[in-house]
């Protein structure tokens, strides 16, 4: 099954463009959407999720359309929103039952078993008789996470899930998605490099509302090899450096700046070559050198 | 400076939301509605000013009511927002003080309310100044009665809610906490105050609001002239309530501050420390890298989306619902508080008049039920709870954040809409069942054990859950889609003042148009549900259908997602019409269609439809057309000779008649005007003895004249055959005539017969419906001294009667006169009645499953026809109608008739009873009056029934001021006779102790004196203690002298009709010259004696016997009519009264030593007293002739010490 998106547009009622033509095609297993705050990343995830209308485009998830076959999508959706609550007053069991009877599992039995299965996965079981409003903002997500695999979902979306977890949790919960990202499309937002390197085979870039790149991973941090720039100055050479060279990403190490620079050639004495990582893939991208954004006539806000 | 800042910020954040702006203009636009249409509309039979006082006043406290029911946002926001919002965290950790950060908050709220309330001020000028109000209902512009309205009603209502209401939200963290506020404010105004504390007056003290001093109180005890110019006063009750209610904001504010912390809130209380430490050294996993893990092991079950699915997700989300609601503070209240209060209220509600009624399962379920629409009900309580339920449920998701999770869960919005609205019922349906609960309580309470489980079952499942169920769909469908709560609230609230308050404000008064109206139910014993179910269900299903379709609406356009404008729901909604719910709607549309059109059929083709504007107008045109023929003459009726054929259950009555006619007027007649009844009524044929043609026939105001041939001579009698025919034929707008019934009809010649000459009662009678017609103002009643009233009696003592009335075979009718024969013949019964002496012109006549009680008194046959289960008054009556002849036909001449008929009808739970010649009869409350029966204790039915017997020697009197107090005065006087004569002294003075309380006629201290009465009070009260008065000290035999010789004067032939003044003018026949100043003190003005002992002491004397000292003090004063109070010197006999110690049992008063009048000076003064044996009690006035008000404490007796 894969999820195809044909020039999805949307615009808020107060101007703000949060989704200009947005074309992907997002095949079974984990999926990056990497970008900065405020990209457009939670409207994309939304939109998908059937929360949210576009003002133009297509999407169709396999034969559905996406857009007028909502409960057909719903019944295969797992979404795991950015921020939620629970209600207070009722234990994760009960409410995981609940909810697993609107997901269509009507036999009692095997209800129990699936809640009893889920609650092991995301290490609830033991506190599963525990009110909700007792939880703590990781056991909360990881409910949330519980919610979100009830059903075995063929599309999972999952919108910064790591934002607020510690990470022994965060690493227990990308274990989760990646397991169930060997059949089902796992689209997985975050602004989290990290996340994306570690787990998915494919990914896209998004910034105001456009895909700066979609590429693999792997095949992005090879295309960047040789070009990427690493020095080590004081804080004050850094306005002439970055007056000169194409500048990245800059960020402290032990009390020193370390820039990286894109460049095709060597940029001159001091630089040393970089293995380049996702992240100059990301910061390559936002900055322009590579993607969508080096095509256009003039490159935007660098980081 | 923080302080102001806080207040300024919150000010300006609430002042450019949206929903401020929405209460002020719902405020305005209920102002001006109620000043327009209600406060004219309500002042029935009164003529005040617009812009009086007391309109403003009125409308203030509605007004304000509206305020407190919607506007709770303003301070639950302005209290819980930082919470709510999850802001706390950076607020609270602000250098700010408590006082500065709640002081702020809660003055930006109270600044804001009182902006809100002027709406309420404004709605009223606008009202009154904008084009459209006659000029003669303004008064002058008084900015004081604005002022006034606002500082004591408005600002104190909105210091007390905001406080109650802030308090509340600051505590729970949520703004909706407010509303319960208002709530709890209400409940106190309209559940407690109104039921359970009225009788002790608390009632008053204890309503947060003003509906009882303002709308109550004020309402019934101002006069008109009072209510168009006098000044609400800040004293007594009101002030003490006000003082009340600002002490109990007061320290809500001050729990609140104290209670409040800058603290994080805990969610829950379920909160276990252990399992959260568990929680958060929960294993780490050496390294942090994303690991190969354990395949997931979640079972793949099957899944499924069908239909049973859907039933499922509806019934589990019903649950829920049902849970969320049952387990809040709010649900308990509803579930268990209101439920146990009520059986407060059953028992307090089970007596009349200090005689406890038999608690049977209709009279409680009287207590437990109310139609929606019933604005002053305690139960008008629900509908705002409903409200609130339904916008909880609504936003429940959304509230707790799980919005977005369970709007991304598969299945049709029908599920969740459903299953909230199965949950809200499923909630109404436990309070109801806890009424029952609390009904069945309150009987076993009561030591009643037969419960009518069926019955409880029917009325309270079958008809009132209905009605809360329309209205709960109503409240659930406005929440989703406003879809923004607090507005939400708003329209809610104002979609139920709608169907309670403003349709008919507006005129809307077809059933068809008002959300979940109908015409009511009712059920009697006698009865049972009688015709009425038909009616009411076929309405309730009109609005069912109704109901369907706004749940196709809200299915629609139910918000599910981020984007919730209205654009986009349209949009989804059209995916969302799929052909079932475009099935669904359409069967909808086609139910309102075929119910409304077969409902349109009753009410407008089988029935013609009238509306109550269209019914004045009716009778402002008959009189625009007929006043002229008022004065000329008319022959008179004397006598008739009727067939009566009432068809039970056919719900048809024929009528054949013939009356007898004679020209009593000095001049021939040739033409004569019949009055024939209009609405339903057929008059088939009017025929005469001699020739007539018909030369007018108005059918619609119900008027025709037939010229004669040969004019009636003076003298002469004239022969009026007539049919009148009436068949009751589906149902209309109000629903159901209960006139002919299966079982219990009854109905009186005054709707249905024809009768000859204008007809005055038609007029209209207040004022402002004449001035809007364009009639001659006609006062209540015309002046004492206006000739109008004080023509003679136009019928000659009355008309001969004789009638023939058929009915079903195992039926009883009963009509006026005795029972010459009954028969059976064709499968029906007939009773022949006939009058021995001559009767009045309004005659009732009766059919049901009569059981009759027979009785004799010499030779007068009595017959009581009552219910046959209804048996407990019978001995009672036939003790107390015994007592009465006996009493009456030795005092003021014979009884006319040999015969009396009590018969009860069906309907009417309350105690009161009517009386015509030789008939009385009353309604099913007055079996079950029944007091104790034990020695010592008031037999008050036994003293009704005399008073009823009273009204067979009431005069003709003239109807012009005064006349009350001739009808009811007299006739209580007369019974308070009976009861001494007897029942004896003590039993009188049980009865005078409890006719002295404040209840039910609270006293007026102004206004006409007694010659000119015209209120309840001076005619049921003072009227009576008055003539008591003048019998202790002129004699009863005086009295009842001058009595008997007015009713001689009046009662033959052709006398003219008595006023006052000639029962004055008797009276002061019969009164010493020394007494004349008291006569005239009691009813020629307005006295007030107020008397006092301060001190009485005794020694023995060297004799043996005890000399009694009494320090008393004594006031006179009068009051005019404007309430003036003036102090008049007094110098008259008062009785003295010096008791020895009672028996065992007795009253206090029953071993009297020495009464003797003294006379009395005002001011202080010293009397001595001797008297044989050991006093106890003595003092002035002893038997409250004259101070007889009823006060907390009575000061006219005092214990006696030893010497001094």
């Known amino acids: ?303 | 400076m923080k302080f102001l800042a806080i207040f300024r910020f919150e000010l300006a954040y609430q002042g450019r939301r949206a929903w401020p702006w929405f209460f002020f203009a719902v405020l305005l636009v209920f102002s001006f509605l109620m000043t327009r249409d209600g406060t004219l509309a309500e002042a029935l039979y009164e003529d005040f000013f617009l812009n009086s006082p007391f309109a403003v006043a009125k409308t203030t406290v509605f007004g304000s009511l509206i305020w407190l029911l919607v506007a709770a946002a303003i301070a639950g926001d302005a209290a819980a927002r930082d919470v709510a919002t999850g802001m706390h965290p950076l607020t609270y950790t602000l250098p700010v003080s408590k006082a500065e950060y709640l002081g702020g908050r809660f003055l930006a709220a109270l600044v804001l309310n009182a902006l809100l309330l002027l709406a309420v001020q404004a709605g009223i000028l606008l009202a009154i100044y904008a084009p459209g109000v006659e000029a003669e209902a303004i008064g002058p512009f008084r900015p004081a009665a604005y002022l006034t309205a606002y500082a004591f009603i408005a600002l104190p209502n909105a210091f007390v809610a905001t406080a109650i209401q802030f308090s509340l939200a600051a505590r729970s963290g949520r703004a909706m906490a407010s509303y319960l506020g208002s709530f709890l404010l209400f409940f106190m105004g309209f559940f407690v105050a109104a039921a359970l504390l009225f009788k002790q007056g608390l009632g008053t003290l204890l309503d947060p609001i003003g509906i009882r001093f303002i709308v109550e109180d004020l309402s019934h005890s101002w006069t008109t002239s009072e209510k168009s110019w006098r000044l609400l006063e800040l004293k007594g009750t009101v002030l003490t309530n006000r003082l009340l209610w600002l002490g109990i904001a007061l320290g809500a504010l001050a729990v609140t501050f104290l209670r409040f912390r800058f603290a994080h809130r805990t969610e829950s209380s379920g909160w276990r420390r252990g399992t959260r430490r568990r929680d958060e050294h929960s294993p780490m996993p050496a390294d942090l890298g994303v690991t190969a893990s354990a395949p997931i092991s979640v079972p793949d079950v099957p899944r499924t989306f069908g239909f049973a699915i859907h039933a499922r997700w509806t019934l589990a989300i019903a649950w829920a619902s049902f849970r969320t609601i049952a387990t809040s503070w709010a649900g308990l209240a509803l579930l268990v508080a209101i439920p146990l209060l009520t059986v407060l209220v059953v028992l307090d509600q089970m007596a009349a008049l200090g005689a406890p009624l038999v608690p049977t399962t209709a009279r409680v379920l009287s207590e437990l039920t109310a139609p929606l629409s019933a604005e002053l009900s305690r139960w008008v309580i629900i509908p705002p709870l409903i409200v609130f339920f339904a916008g909880e449920l609504v936003w429940r998701e959304r509230e707790a954040g799980l919005g977005e999770i369970t709007d991304a869960m598969p299945g049709s919005e029908w599920a969740p809409l459903l299953g909230k609205f199965l949950g809200l019922g499923l909630v109404l349906a436990v309070f109801m069942t806890a009424l029952m609960a609390a009904g069945m309580l309150a009987q076993v309470i009561r030591g009643h054990q037969d419960f009518e489980l069926g019955l409880y079952l029917k009325v309270l499942w079958g008809l009132q859950l209905p009605e809360y169920l329309l209205f709960a769909l109503l409240a659930l469908v406005v929440h989703v889609l406003v879809d923004q709560k607090y507005i939400g609230h708003l329209v809610a609230i104002m979609a139920f003042v709608f169907i309670a308050l403003l349709a008919a404000m507006l005129g809307l008064e077809h059933n068809l148009l008002v959300y979940g109206a109908g015409p009511g139910w009712s059920y009697t014993e006698m009865r049972g549900f009688g015709p009425f179910l038909g009616p009411w269900l076929w309405f309730k299903l009109y609005w069912a259908a109704w109901a369907l379709l706004l749940a196709v609406v809200a299915r629609l356009l139910w918000g599910r997602g981020k984007e919730r404008g209205l654009g986009v729901r349209l949009q989804l909604a059209r995916h969302r019409f799929t052909r079932p719910t475009a099935w669904v709607a359409g069967a909808a549309a086609v139910l309102i269609l075929t119910l409304g059109g077969f409902i349109f059929y009753n009410t407008h083709v089988l029935n013609p439809y009238l509306s109550g504007s269209d019914l004045t107008e009716r009778r402002a045109e008959y009189e625009r057309r007929y006043k002229r023929y008022e004065s000329i003459p008319q022959p008179l009726l004397t006598g008739t000779n009727l067939r009566v054929e009432i068809h039970p259950e056919r719900r048809a009555v024929e009528i054949r008649g013939s009356y007898r006619l004679v020209n009593g007027s000095a001049l021939p007649i040739d033409s004569i005007h019949v009055a024939t009844a209009i609405g339903g009524v057929e008059t088939r044929v009017v025929t005469f003895d001699r020739t007539a043609t018909l030369t007018a026939d108005d059918e619609e105001h119900g008027h025709r004249i037939y010229a004669l041939e040969r004019p009636l001579a003076p003298g002469d009698t004239l022969r009026l055959d007539f049919e009148v025919h009436v068949e009751r034929r589906g149902f209309g707008n109000r629903g159901v005539d209960p006139s002919v019934v299966a079982n219990g009809s009854v109905f009186t010649s005054g709707a249905w017969f024809p009768f000859v000459g204008y007809q005055r009662q038609r007029e209209l009678l207040s004022a402002t419906d004449r001035r809007a017609h364009g009639l001659e103002p006609r006062p209540v009643l015309a002046s004492l001294h206006d000739a109008e009233g004080r023509e003679a009696a136009e019928r000659g003592g009355g008309i001969s009667f004789e009638a023939v009335v058929g009915t079903d075979e195992d039926q009883v009718a009963v009509a006026p006169g005795a029972l010459r024969r009954t028969w059976t013949e064709g499968g029906r019964r007939y009773f022949h009645y006939s009058t021995t002496a001559p009767i009045g012109r309004e005659w009732a006549f009766f059919s049901a499953r009569y059981g009759v009680h027979e009785g004799r008194w010499k030779d007068v046959e009595i017959r009581i026809f009552h219910h046959p289960e209804h048996t407990a008054h019978l001995d009672r009556v036939m003790r107390s109608v015994r007592a009465s002849l006996d009493y009456y036909t030795e005092q003021f001449g014979p009884y006319p008739y040999r015969h009396l008929s009590v018969v009860e009808h069906p309907g009417r739970l309350g105690t009161g009873l009517h009386a015509e010649a030789s008939m009385i009869s009353h309604g099913e409350g007055f079996p079950f009056w029944t007091p104790k029966d034990e020695e010592g204790s008031l037999d008050f039915p036994f003293a009704v029934m005399a008073h009823e017997m009273a009204h067979q020697w009431t005069l003709p009197y003239a109807h012009v001021e005064g006349a009350p107090f001739l009808s009811e005065g007299l006739a209580w006087y007369s019974a308070m006779q009976v009861v001494k004569a007897s029942r004896g002294d003590e039993e009188l003075r049980r009865l005078l102790a409890f006719m002295r309380q404040p209840h039910p006629y609270p006293p007026i201290r102004r206004g006409e004196p007694l010659l000119r009465a015209l209120d309840p009070y001076l005619a049921y009260r003072r009227g009576p203690f008055a003539m008591y008065a003048l019998s202790e000290y002129v004699g009863s035999d005086q009295v009842n002298r001058a009595l008997r010789r007015l009713i001689e004067t009046h009662d033959s032939a052709g006398a003219p009709r008595a006023t006052t003044l000639d029962l004055y003018r008797e009276l002061r026949a019969v009164t010493p010259d020394s007494l004349k100043p008291l006569l005239h003190d009691l009813f020629e003005v307005n006295t007030f004696w107020e008397l006092e002992t301060e001190r009485a002491t005794a020694e023995q004397t060297a004799a043996g016997t005890w000399q009694v000292t009494l320090d008393v003090r004594a006031r006179k004063v009068v009051y005019d009519s404007a309430g003036v109070e003036t102090e008049v010197p007094m110098d008259e006999p008062v009785p003295i009264g010096v008791f020895g110690p009672a028996e065992e049992g007795a009253g206090e008063l029953s071993a009297p030593l020495d009464v003797r009048m003294h006379r009395i000076r005002s001011g202080e003064q010293t009397i001595t007293v001797t008297v044989p044996h050991k006093p106890v009690l003595a003092g002035i006035d002893p038997y409250h002739l004259l101070d007889w008000e009823g006060r907390e404490d009575d000061d006219n007796l005092e214990a006696v010490t030893a010497g001094r």
Not at chain 1, 38 to 63: F, N, V, W, Y
Not at chain 1, 209 to 231: F, H, K, N, T, Y
Request: glycine share 10%; net charge neutral; charged share 25%.
């Open chain 1, 1 to 303: 099954m894969e999820l195809h998106l044909r020039g999805v547009s949307k615009t808020y009622p107060n101007g703000v463009r949060a989704l200009k033509d947005v074309t992907l095609t997002i095949p079974a297993g984990m999926y990056g959407l990497l970008g900065p705050n405020g990209a457009g990343k939670s409207t994309l995830m939304r939109i998908l999720s059937t929360l949210q209308e576009p003002d133009a485009g297509s999407i169709r998830l396999g034969d559905i359309d996406a857009l007028k076959q909502k409960d057909d999508v719903r019944k295969t959706l797992g979404y795991l929103p950015q921020e939620f609550g629970v209600y207070p007053k009722v234990s994760a069991e009960e409410l995981l039952e609940h909810f697993a009877l609107l997901k269509g599992i009507a036999e009692r039995r095997a209800r129990k078993d699936v809640v009893e299965a889920l609650l092991r996965q995301v290490n609830l079981w033991e506190v599963r008789k525990q009110k909700l409003g007792g939880y703590s903002g990781g056991m909360r997500q990881r409910f949330g996470v519980a919610v979100a695999l009830l059903g075995n979902p063929k599309l999972l979306i999952v919108d910064e899930p790591t934002a607020g977890l510690d990470p022994a949790e965060r690493v227990r919960f990308l274990n989760l998605l990646s397991e169930l990202g060997e059949n089902s499309v796992v689209l997985l937002s975050t602004h989290i490099v990290e996340d994306v390197s570690e787990l998915c085979t494919r990914m896209a870039i998004i910034d105001q509302g456009e895909i700066l790149l979609e590429a693999e991973p792997l095949c992005a941090v090879a295309g960047l090899s040789g070009r990427i720039w690493r020095r080590i100055l004081s804080k004050h050479e850094l306005p002439a450096v970055e007056r000169e060279h194409s500048v990245i990403s800059t960020k402290l190490l032990a009390g020193r700046t370390v820039v990286h620079v894109f460049s095709d050639a060597a940029p001159g004495p001091g630089f040393e070559p970089a293995t380049p990582d996702l992240e100059d893939v990301y910061f390559s991208t936002m900055a322009g050198h590579i993607g969508r954004r080096r095509e256009q006539p003039q490159p935007e806000a660098a980081p």
